[in-house]
């Protein structure tokens, strides 16, 4: 039972490049979110979906795009890529409005 | 002004010691209170749940809400090695999709 699952792990970009993380759930969540994670800001949280088809935006949208096209999987893209998007990015899902959120194990990317 | 005030640390303790971690918020309207453990270059962990004011114990934690002064807390008592990690807080207003966490207070326990 993988649980939350991120691909990749690691990148490295240029500035302007373009890029998508992947994020697999097999717990049958609903909810799905997209958090980045800096030094000194905590958790910071970028768009979320509440269901398969469903996308909102959070609290720091700008510069990225997702898509929940299959219940199980929510997909995080970066346009053009900015040195300021440097961060680890994490996935959480949990099952409806309230309770644990679920974490996957996160994924650094660095934007040159 | 963050919804959600949590003091960095570091901090480093003894094996065997007590210890006390806090948040501090600004929203009344918070209902759902939780601390997250964080090891390095890993996901974040729940480690308790709370609803609401009172106090909840899981075998060496015990977490406190105190609503009337808007302050959280997390014990963990016969602190070990294992404990070594980055404690988040966390809240929420109600069944809503918007956590507020804390920025984290990075722990050590000192065999």
């Known amino acids: 039972n993988a649980g939350v699952t991120q691909t990749p792990k690691f990148r490295v970009l240029k500035t302007g490049q373009s890029m998508t993380l992947l994020c697999a759930q097999d717990?049958?969540?609903?909810?799905m979110y997209w958090y980045r994670q800096d030094p000194g800001m905590g958790l910071r949280l970028i768009h979320y979906?509440?269901?398969?088809?469903?996308?909102a935006k959070g609290e720091v949208p700008d510069g990225y795009n997702v898509s929940r096209l299959k219940k199980q999987n929510f997909l995080l893209g970066l346009e053009s890529a900015a040195p300021s998007q440097t961060s680890v990015y994490f996935c959480?899902?949990?099952?409806?409005?309230?309770?644990?959120?679920?974490f996957g194990e996160g994924s650094r990317l660095t934007v040159l | 002004q963050k919804e959600v005030e949590q003091d960095p640390g570091p901090l480093s303790v003894p094996e065997g010691a007590i210890v006390s971690l806090n948040c501090t918020y600004s929203n009344s309207a918070f209902q759902y209170f939780m601390w997250y453990r964080q090891y390095s270059r890993k996901g974040p962990e729940l480690l308790m749940y709370t609803y609401s004011s009172g106090n909840k114990e899981d075998g060496r934690f015990t977490a406190q809400v105190d609503k009337s002064s808007k302050y959280i807390s997390l014990f963990i008592r016969d602190s070990q090695p294992s404990d070594s990690a980055t404690y988040l807080c966390a809240m929420e207003v109600n069944t809503g999709n918007q956590f507020y966490f804390g920025t984290g207070t990075s722990l050590t326990v000192i065999p």
């Open positions: 979906s509440v269901g398969e088809g469903t996308t």
């Open positions: 959480a899902t949990r099952t409806g409005g309230t309770g644990e959120l679920f």
């Open positions: 717990m049958n969540h609903e909810y």
